[in-house]
């Protein structure tokens, strides 16, 4: 098993900057991948960002250029350093891990506000 704690969300004003983190804890070994999901009032959840042991970072065209994800490995961290936020980034965003061999989603954190005004 996995566990994951975020933390960082917020309220901002737009322009502004966020970062998240996420710490995980457990069976470390086993995980592959870990990122970040959003999900809006009354919108599917959406990928934001995914770091791969040993791959580049991926993310989607929403938020490239504005979010970087990195991620510590020595620390079982990954962050999601989020700037020049526009309102439509309000959501809640949830972390993720995923196993090895595994096509899906194992394990998600709690949830973390992020609020983004005008």
């Known amino acids: 098993q996995v566990q994951l704690v975020e933390s960082g969300g917020g309220l901002v004003q737009a322009g502004g900057s966020l970062r998240l983190s996420c710490a995980a804890s457990g069976s470390i070994s086993s995980i592959n991948a870990m990122g970040w999901y959003r999900q809006a009032p009354g919108k599917q959840r959406e990928l934001v960002a995914t770091?791969?042991?040993?791959?580049?970072?991926n993310l989607p065209d929403s938020v490239k250029g504005r979010f970087t994800i990195s991620r510590d490995n020595a620390k079982n961290t990954v962050y999601l350093q989020m700037n020049s936020l526009k309102p439509e980034d309000t959501a809640v965003y949830y972390c993720y891990a995923r196993k090895y061999y595994s096509d899906g989603v194992d394990y998600w954190g709690q949830g973390t506000q992020v609020t983004v005004s005008n």
């Open positions: 770091s791969t042991r040993g791959g580049s970072p």
